[in-house]
């Protein structure tokens, strides 16, 4: 009877364990990401409770480190409403590229204002996007509807769609290839739909991109271990119909990376940090 009921309380203590939080999307400065590659696209599609995900065939190939930054009076101007700017400074053979994600962050509430790359500008000043309110527990869910405009090289418009989250699982992940298990993760889903306008032509094309985020939640630390994203673009007027995915897995924190001296960190780059 007693080792029963000790095997009782044991497997009620890993459930309560496993079924932790969401309780911040926010990320350290001087969180580093390394960017790996698939040979094949990872099947994310467990969930629920006590799921398995087992992703392998996995490899770096680069590296990404993130940092925030107080939205400058032009940036405010531009991407109205943002109180945060992650910055992210993305490596993969000795090419660096930066990309800017605005974000609102009203009591607990996270919204996303504004996206910038390369390539890409969307700014979502027409209808931020609100992805949750924290925390987020198993089984929370949440649309909301986005709009503003696009500017992708050459091509610019409106553009309208909608954003579902939801905490869909939790359970253990496991990183085979590249030495990295860990176990107690709680998954973050969201699927983005938008539709463009191209000048007077309405619903040019679709954006549908799908990210996973796990988190373990580790004392003193924010983000996701691992993050996937699968970005698939159609836009049959110019011949566009590719798929994009990437994934990431937490790598270190570089210490002393404050918001205030972030700008500095990326000039700095790449010299030894």
């Given at each position: 009877m007693k080792t029963k009921l000790l095997l009782i309380l044991a497997l009620a203590s890993?459930?309560?364990i496993a079924q932790t939080p969401i309780n911040t999307l926010e990320i350290e400065n001087g969180t580093v990401y390394s960017i790996l590659s698939s040979v094949s696209p990872l099947d994310e599609t467990a969930s629920g409770a006590n799921a398995s995900w087992n992703f392998n065939q996995l490899s770096v190939i680069g590296q990404n480190v993130i940092g925030n930054s107080t939205p400058t009076s032009t940036e405010l101007t531009t991407y109205p409403n943002s109180t945060n700017v992650v910055n992210s400074l993305s490596t993969i053979n000795s090419v660096a590229t930066v990309s800017k994600l605005y974000?609102?962050?009203?009591?607990?509430?996270?919204?996303?204002t504004g996206l910038n790359?390369?390539?890409?500008?969307?700014?979502?000043?027409t209808n931020n996007v609100t992805i949750g309110t924290l925390p987020m527990n198993y089984n929370y869910s949440n649309t909301d509807t986005s709009a503003?405009?696009?500017?992708?090289?050459?091509?610019s418009g409106t553009f309208s769609g909608t954003v579902?989250?939801?905490?869909?699982?939790?359970?253990?992940l496991s990183l085979a290839d590249i030495g990295f298990t860990t176990t107690n993760v709680t998954r973050l889903k969201t699927v983005q739909n938008i539709s463009l306008n191209y000048q007077i032509i309405p619903n040019v094309g679709t954006v549908v991109q799908t990210t996973y985020a796990y988190y373990n939640q580790t004392p003193g630390m924010s983000a996701p271990i691992f993050r996937s994203s699968v970005t698939t673009i159609n836009v049959p007027l110019l011949s566009i119909n590719q798929t994009i995915?990437?994934?990431e897995v937490f790598s270190a924190l570089l210490l002393e990376t404050t918001s205030n001296d972030y700008k500095n960190f990326v000039s700095l780059y790449p010299n030894p940090v």
């Open positions: 890993i459930k309560t974000t609102k962050t009203v009591g607990s509430t996270f919204s996303i790359s390369t390539q890409l500008d969307l700014n979502f000043a503003g405009t696009y500017t992708f090289g050459t091509y579902a989250s939801s905490v869909d699982g939790y359970g253990t995915s990437q994934y």
